[in-house]
Structure formats: C-alpha cells, structure tokens
C-alpha cells in the first residue's frame, strides 16, 4: 500500500488547485490525516492536521485559504486550495499515522 499524491501543477498567484491523495491498493479505509508540504531547500511542515477531537487545524500561513475534505467512500483525501501565493510553491504530501510518505505532488505558484 502507498499513498500517492495528484493534482499539482503550475498555477498563477491567486489561483486554485485541488490535490487528492489515494492509497493504492488498499482495500481497507485509510486514516488520512493531513497535508504536510516541503518548499526546496527547507524542512517539511505541516499545512494542516486532523486532530483527535476530529477538527482540523492549519498552519498559520495557509489558514483560511486551504481547506482539507475526506470522501471515505472513495478513500480519498483533497487538499482544496485558493488564493495561491508564490510561497506555496513546494511538493505537497498526504499524512497517514503509521505509513510512509509516499509520493507527493509539485505545486508551483508562479506568474
């Protein structure tokens, strides 16, 4: 089983974009949890997290611009994004408690 990030792409600054993450060949419901992003040259962080009340919570500088959603019927997570900056320019991953990384997404915010 492994996570596979989709959805990326070049976008201009105030743009949307929509990733979705699957986890290929799993027939079990997956646990999504969050984002997590990796800008070049610096450490990965988080974008937002599922908390164990259930609520999300985002990172200071995509709040109220990103917004996580889960189909647990499609097993799918999506990371809906708008008003894009230019610092949002990274490889986007979804996080799963207990499983690897997987495969990321390139998002690039440029004009």
């Known amino acids: 089983v492994q996570l596979q990030a989709s959805g990326g792409g070049l976008v201009q600054p105030g743009g949307s974009l929509r990733l979705s993450c699957e986890a290929s060949g799993s027939v079990v419901s997956i646990n999504f949890r969050g984002w997590y992003r990796q800008a070049p040259g610096k450490e990965r962080e988080f974008v937002v997290l599922i908390t164990s009340g259930g609520g999300p919570t985002y990172g200071q500088s995509v709040k109220g611009r990103f917004t996580f959603m889960r189909d647990n019927a499609k097993n799918t997570a999506y990371l809906q994004m708008n008003s894009l900056k230019p610092e949002d320019t990274a490889v986007y991953y979804c996080?799963?408690?207990?499983?690897?990384w997987g495969q990321g997404t390139l998002v690039t915010v440029s004009s």
């Open positions: 996080y799963v408690p207990g499983m690897p």
